[in-house]
């Protein structure tokens, strides 16, 4: 623990929803037909990514040495809508390895009787944690909460109190009942008061994120002006408002008054009509409580992408132990409701995110948190491989259900570059739509296909094209779903991005691509362009898939270098002690959450108490390996697939 002194002043809490326990949800058991179309297809469940064991899952934060993932968690089902949204909560030293533990909060009093919503956690002046929460009250109202842990001194904050005095922000007046949520961190101004912005829909249809000030965390105050606004956006949740070191500085900055107006600070909204995250750079004024974009419109659908795919909800924290900002994202589900139901999960977190300015200030960069990269086993490499027209190449030695995969492409020449309409520049993914990776081009497409079958009629193509407009060139990054399962009731779009890249000063670009069994994270250009994918397909109940590299323009490409690694499961610390007496006439199973696990290993004893001797006249044991857990099926997560906490 030592060695991972991490600190993390948010709590990512929108929309997540984690599973129930086993014996709730065999309680609630699907039909035959669904429960053996799930034992079918749960080679989805992924094996490094957070999810929780069964149902819906949401956000983190570090104290005391643990980090805390809280989320959203519908006990009952694998959906949103069928029972009130509890808190989830599991503890981790590394933000890889999760154990679970039991619900931080769950709707219980009349503030939050119809559902615990999203929110996020601040600390206070003398280290305590304080949770700011929307509660769906008696009237079916958002309203927002504060919760304090009754204990503080202990590490894994096991219990919370919700003081009677909820709700400290009741719903204003113009503000339409059930769009008002999603408080985020709050911040301290140089006045010495708290802020946190939190999302509105107005009455007059106006999407809004509100600024509320307080002195004390239970009197709150709305400011004159918010802190966005747009008539054109809709309804904006999950704001996130946190400040950036310069250009190319790769440490992160917390909220303080320090900061003032002097730093560059991004706004992050999530809009519900795209179910895409954006963000921009500007300046906020910490005395007015204003944001102002820098060279943007202020129609938020009109910025910066976080991901290009199939994500949504992003949350990011200060990691104060390895001076970061990490960003969590959640990928929801892509196949039919029935089949996640049956399943009995649904939703995934993508890959923690490291986050920084770019070199040229315009955006931000995204990399996986290098704690991934404890997860590697076998490693496969290759250096200056050249991929004609036309060519392909088997990745061998390297499973294709759970991969990490480097690789930088370098292009000789751009002489071959297709002209592209401007109109075509507006829409990537459409794009990426009519230029997919089957139709030849002449600089690309050229990349990877992962979770493939062995004859290819099912892949997920990840790849880039050079087009030319204006005597300038673009490169377009695509991830295909179109050929990534046999199945007709998944959606399968197309995704794309523009890599912003000087390509003929550089010639070349790279691609990072994490595997996960359903998930397929890809990373263009030193993470300029991101895009996360949700994948079904079929061949995976019953043999591996396999990666390969393509190439179809008519000009060769490089491959300067290529890395590709195993990754392990993450590991869990287990909590679960099952016994089962006299051939099994008798069982007790019990939770258990010992703090040494954190730091050391656990041991196991024989004892006898009695006054008489006791005869041991048999002993076995063994270790146990931790199952796989990617098996066929489709569900739904919001943040998280395998229970933290089991391992098996």
């Known amino acids: 623990m030592a060695g991972l002194r991490l600190a993390a002043y948010a ?58 993932f809280f989320y959203q968690h519908n006990p009952y089902r694998a959906t949103w809508g069928n029972g009130n949204l509890s808190w989830g909560h599991s503890v981790s030293v590394d933000l890889i390895n999760w154990s679970a533990l039991e619900n931080a909060m769950d709707p219980d009093s009349s503030f939050d009787i119809n559902g615990c919503w999203s929110g996020s956690a601040t600390f206070l002046a003398d280290g305590t944690p304080v949770f700011l929460y929307t509660g769906i009250d008696t009237n079916n109202n958002q309203v927002q909460n504060v919760a304090f842990p009754k204990n503080a ?28 949520r999603d408080p985020s961190t709050a ?48 309804m904006v ?65 009109t910025w910066h992408r976080f991901d290009y795919g199939h994500v949504y909800a992003s949350k990011s924290f200060y990691d104060a132990g390895k001076n970061r900002r990490v960003l969590w994202s959640w ?21 923690p995110r490291k986050i920084w300015l770019s070199d040229d200030g315009k955006q931000l960069l995204q990399w996986p948190i290098e704690e991934i990269e404890t997860l590697r086993k076998t490693r496969v490499g290759l250096l200056g491989a050249e991929m004609n027209a036309g060519g392909m190449n088997e990745i061998i030695g390297v499973a294709g259900m759970q991969a990490d995969v480097e690789v930088v492409f ?84 197309p995704y794309g991005g523009f890599v912003d890249i000087d390509i003929e000063k550089e010639r070349s670009i790279s691609l990072r691509t994490l595997v996960d069994h359903s998930v397929v994270e890809s990373y263009g250009g030193g993470g300029r362009t991101v895009i996360t994918a949700r994948a079904y397909p079929e061949h995976v109940a019953t043999a591996n898939s396999r990666l390969f590299m393509f190439n ?64 041991v006249s048999k002993l076995d044991a063994w270790e146990l390996a931790p199952a796989k857990v990617n098996v066929p099926g489709d569900g739904l997560i919001t943040h998280g697939s395998m229970r933290p906490g089991e391992a098996y």
């Open 552 to 615: 179809n323009g008519t000009g060769a490409v490089k491959v300067s270098k290529l890395d590709a690694w195993d990754l392990a499961p993450a590991k869990v610390d287990h909590s679960v002690v099952e016994s089962y007496g006299g051939g099994g006439r008798t069982v007790i199973t019990a939770r258990v959450y010992p703090e040494h696990a954190q730091t050391s290993n656990s041991r196991l004893f024989m004892f006898n108490n009695g006054t008489g001797a006791v005869k």
């Open 237 to 301: 949740e999950c704001p996130d408002l946190f400040p950036v070191a310069g250009p190319g500085d790769q440490n992160g900055l917390d909220y303080t008054p320090s900061n003032g107006a002097e730093a560059s600070y991004v706004l992050k909204q999530s809009v519900m009509v795209t179910l895409s995250d954006y963000y921009v750079l500007g300046r906020y004024d910490d005395a007015a409580d204003t944001f102002s974009p820098v060279e943007a419109d202020n129609d938020c659908r």
């Open 410 to 493: 370098e292009i000789p020449s751009l002489e071959g570059a297709e002209n592209v309409d401007p109109n075509q520049l507006l829409d990537p993914q459409r794009l990426c739509g009519e230029k997919g990776a089957s139709v030849l081009g002449g600089v690309g497409p050229f990349g990877l296909l992962v979770l493939a079958s062995g004859d290819l009629q099912e892949h997920t193509s990840v790849f880039f094209r050079v087009f030319k407009h204006e005597g300038k060139y673009k490169v377009l990054m695509c991830t295909d779903l179109r050929r990534s399962t046999t199945r007709a009731d998944v959606y399968k779009p």
């Open 187 to 234: 911040w301290l101004g140089r006045d010495g008061l708290w802020r946190v912005a939190v999302s509105a829909g107005l009455k007059d249809g106006t999407g809004s994120t509100l600024v509320y000030r307080s002195k004390d965390f239970r009197q709150w105050e709305r400011n004159a002006e918010p802190l966005y606004s747009s008539d054109n956006s809709g």
């Open 11 to 68: 709590v990512l809490l929108c929309l997540l929803l984690s599973p129930t326990a086993a014996l709730r949800w065999l309680a609630d058991r699907v039909p035959e037909s669904n429960a053996a179309a799930a034992a079918g297809r749960d080679s989805y469940r992924t094996s490094y990514h957070f999810q929780p064991a069964e149902n819906w899952q949401n956000g983190p934060m570090y104290y005391k040495g643990v980090y805390h």
């Open 153 to 180: 001194s202990d590490p894994l904050l096991r219990e919370w109190v919700k003081p009677s005095y909820n709700p400290v922000i009741a719903l204003p007046d113009d503000v339409v009942h059930d769009n008002f």
């Open 331 to 351: 990928a929801n589900e892509s196949d039919p409701e029935p089949d996640y139901i049956a399943r009995g999960w649904a939703g995934v977190q993508t890959v």
